[in-house]
């Protein structure tokens, strides 16, 4: 069966970096686009960036400039190095299998906080 499971979240100062990690199984993760998406406190969902399967590389202009989507084929896994990291960043940061209008499979999230 299909599993998303992010990592490496955490509690980051202002200006700092962060790598999260979405090690995927049950699919062929190579032929996906895979999507990063976050939900901040009282929030709803918003896109942050996304990967094709060639390797093409969408962001939001939220992010763009700081944050960086590559992946691990080989490892069958998905990153998203953050840095210059702002208290409005703080979120819970999911992957899902797919372009942003294409989510069929959604990991548990990690918590992501950016604080002095």
């Known amino acids: 069966q299909v599993q998303l499971v992010e990592s490496g979240g955490g509690l980051v100062q202002p200006g700092g970096s962060l790598r999260v990690s979405c090690t995927a199984s049950g699919f062929t993760f190579s032929i996906y686009a895979m999507t990063w998406v976050r939900q901040a406190p009282g929030k709803g969902l918003e896109w942050v960036s996304t990967?094709?399967?060639?390797?093409?590389?969408y962001y939001a202009d939220s992010v763009k400039g700081r944050f960086t989507i590559s992946r691990d084929n080989a490892k069958n896994t998905l990153y998203l190095q953050m840095n210059n990291l702002k208290p409005e960043d703080t979120a819970l940061y999911y992957c899902?299998?797919?372009?942003?209008?294409?989510?069929?499979?959604w990991g548990q999230g990690t918590q992501v906080t950016v604080s002095s």
């Open positions: 899902g299998r797919g372009g942003l209008s294409a989510i069929d499979y």
């Open positions: 990967i094709a399967s060639g390797d093409s590389t």
